[in-house]
């Protein structure tokens, strides 16, 4: 049976895509004044008529000349360049750019060519002198209801260019003077924008052409361009960012959409999940260090024959538990006396007390293994992989003992400079102690009783989305879609009730349309307060590049809480929803902060939003994908188990219940039929995923 619309898509758009490829190489050769070469269009997709991979109908263009780019006045000074021509630069920017374009065209060439490469995909030089930083953009050109559309993916590249200047100012509640450093994503802005587009529509020969942004993605210095794996792997991101554009933009008529209740049999497939907490460092395509303590993995596995097994990765979530310092109740004292006198002191109530933390799960990065292709539908597959860890209190054992030369950041025990068990109440020069949790009386169940006694009951589900990084054009609807503390979907921008509908009929799409039976939309579906963080690396004591992400609350706490408790106060206020401090003041001392404790190896390479998942919508999601005939099996489950006061942590808010019980069924293999297959399961942020006018 052949699916609408995808045959098309693999026939790579013959007709068009030569034009294309003919059109560009005619730009480069004068033509006779009279002549004006014609071609033929693409197939175009018509939504009334079945697809087949032939054409329904044939449109004629003409070619017409793309006049330049408006002239913008530039700077003499910063042109010197342009008029006093030398043979050797004393700068590699352009050496940096050249690599870089001949090793992604190289690839592109050799592995792509009989796959549209040069016919309906592009790779297009951007070297403007008057933009920060050269950029190579993926184009991926579709017809489309008798319309010509070329989605674009532009590639910055750092270090084609000259430093920027620094963003700096005044705290406009303190007044005092603060310093940013601006990031190569920084600089994809309305400005780099217009000349991409003016330099694909060029490119392309194309005039008519409707060019669309599925936003951008910033390759890092640290590529190595001699790692084709990598380039292969950064071509993807590009080319699944067009794709799954211009496939929601038409309403799926080029691709199916991922549907559980359609492409997982119950009766054939076995999904299960698995928890890894002893996790091999993750490396980003172009190089970057990725924090990933946990690996959530759903995997799909099959046993053909009754006899050979083959499994492959379904959604891969990384990530880690941090623990967010959570507000002190001023009067605490006082209600346990009372409640003491009243005869109403328990256990659970001094709980509500003691308790300094909430647990949050951030995502540092999602993968797929079984699909090349990625979109909203697998993106949201994984946010329900990532809430697996929220139940039965999984995520405690993120924080298990472990061996560590140096100085352990992760080690729990630290949390006792905040819990403060132990001290002598009636000595005034009592220091609380760091708990010992590498002897053998600090069992798993010791490591359960700490962390009840230390968490608030809400668990988060955050996502750290960069600065125009390589997953960005998936992750920017839940940044769009984001809303402030208190507020509902109805108070959302323009474009933010875009990316919330956007990011509901990708819900539906993936649960046979079960999502909105379940979700109440005038609710948030994240939230977001506009901290943003830094993102780079620095390197450990072995020489080996470490996420900068590492330090979070708890290595605050193994690095100074023993010696200096100020700095662990200074790093509440500075990662906290506080009153007296703006966001950009908090990110220069949260900077300055980072520089003093990691030394001279750390690195800022970008920025990142952590926006915070409402748990009404997650549970949404999780009611929808049963109903939808989802059902996921346990694989490794046990293999490896202050006085100042701030605002409550989204995550605290806004988070799943931590006594949440599992959601994962037993299941043998012998309650399969043995024939088919089996599965055993052990800024500019671009636009959300919608319908476009037009199409």
Not at 157 to 179: A, C, H, M, V
Not at 344 to 370: D, H, K, Y
Request: with cysteine; proline share 6%; aromatic share 8%.
């Amino acid at each position: 049976m052949k699916v609408p619309g995808k045959d098309a898509q693999e026939n790579p758009n013959s007709a068009m895509a030569e034009a294309f490829a003919d059109a560009a190489k005619q730009a480069k050769q004068p033509a006779p004044e009279a002549a004006q070469p014609s071609f033929q269009a693409q197939p175009s997709i018509n939504p009334t008529q079945p697809q087949n991979g032939t054409p329904n109908m044939t449109q004629q263009f003409q070619q017409t000349q793309v006049p330049p780019a408006p002239e913008v006045k530039r700077s003499r000074l910063f042109d010197m360049n342009m008029r006093r021509e030398r043979t050797f630069s004393a700068q590699n920017f352009g050496e940096n750019f050249n690599r870089a374009f001949k090793a992604i065209t190289d690839y592109a060439e050799n592995t792509a060519k009989d796959k549209g490469y040069k016919k309906s995909l592009f790779i297009i030089p951007v070297n403007d002198p008057g933009l920060h930083c050269a950029s190579l953009v993926f184009a991926k050109v579709f017809s489309i209801s008798g319309k010509t559309l070329a989605v674009v993916f532009p590639m910055l590249l750092e270090n084609t260019g000259s430093p920027l200047k620094p963003q700096s100012g005044n705290d406009p509640i303190t007044g005092e003077r603060f310093e940013l450093a601006r990031m190569t994503g920084s600089q994809y802005d309305d400005v780099y924008w217009n000349v991409v587009k003016h330099t694909v529509s060029h490119a392309l020969g194309q005039a008519g052409a409707i060019v669309q942004d599925a936003g951008a993605g910033v390759i890092h210095s640290d590529m190595d361009w001699d790692d084709t794996t990598q380039i292969a792997r950064l071509l993807n991101h590009a080319e699944n960012a067009c794709i799954t554009l211009a496939n929601t933009s038409v309403g799926g008529r080029i691709e199916e959409f991922f549907n559980v209740k359609v492409d997982i049999n119950p009766e054939k497939d076995l999904i299960s999940a698995g928890f890894n907490f002893n996790t091999a460092s993750l490396i980003s395509p172009d190089g970057m260090p990725i924090r990933n303590d946990v690996e959530i993995k759903l995997t799909a596995s099959s046993k053909d024959q009754g006899q050979v097994q083959v499994s492959e990765p379904l959604t891969v979530v990384n990530g880690f538990v941090e623990l967010l310092p959570a507000p002190t109740n001023p009067n605490a004292q006082f209600q346990l006396q009372q409640m003491q006198m009243m005869g109403q002191l328990n256990p659970q109530a001094m709980l509500q007390f003691s308790r300094r933390f909430c647990p949050q799960f951030v995502i540092s990065n999602t993968s797929t293994g079984i699909s090349n292709s990625e979109g909203p539908e697998f993106q949201l597959l994984a946010i329900y992989a990532a809430s697996l860890i929220g139940e039965n209190y999984n995520w405690h054992n993120a924080f298990s003992p472990r061996l560590v030369d140096g100085v352990d950041i992760g080690d729990i025990g630290a949390i006792n400079y905040e819990m403060k068990m132990g001290m002598d109440p009636s000595d005034p020069a009592a220091r609380p102690a760091k708990l010992d949790t590498k002897s053998s009386s600090f069992t798993q169940a010791s490591l359960q009783q700490l962390l009840m006694a230390a968490c608030h009951d809400n668990f988060g589900i955050a996502l750290d989305i960069e600065e125009n990084g390589l997953r960005s054009w998936i992750n920017t609807m839940f940044l769009l879609a984001g809303g402030a503390t208190g507020t509902s979907a109805l108070q959302l921008s323009e474009g933010g009730k875009a990316a919330h509908a956007a990011i509901i009929a990708a819900a539906n799409n993936l649960t046979g349309n079960t999502f909105s039976t379940f979700f109440d939309a005038s609710q948030l579906i994240t939230v977001r307060d506009g901290t943003r963080i830094q993102g780079g690396y620095y390197t450990d004591a072995k020489g080996v590049k470490q996420d900068v992400r590492n330090i979070d609350m708890l290595a605050v706490l193994n690095l100074t809480g023993g010696q200096d408790p100020h700095i662990v106060e200074e790093w509440k206020m500075i990662n906290s929803q506080v009153n007296h401090l703006s966001i950009p003041k908090r990110m220069a001392l949260r900077n300055q902060r980072l520089a003093e404790l990691l030394g001279t190896s750390y690195t800022n390479k970008t920025y990142f939003e952590r926006v915070v998942f409402n748990w009404p919508f997650v549970d949404a999601l999780r009611k929808a994908l049963g109903a939808a005939g989802l059902i996921v099996h346990p694989d490794n489950m046990h293999a490896q188990y202050n006085q100042m006061a701030y605002m409550a942590p989204l995550a605290q808010t806004y988070g799943m219940p931590t006594n949440t019980p599992t959601s994962l069924q037993q299941v043998a293999w012998n309650n399969f039929q043995p024939d088919g297959r089996q599965i055993n399961m052990g800024y500019r942020t671009g636009q959300p995923f919608g319908n476009y006018n037009g199409f």
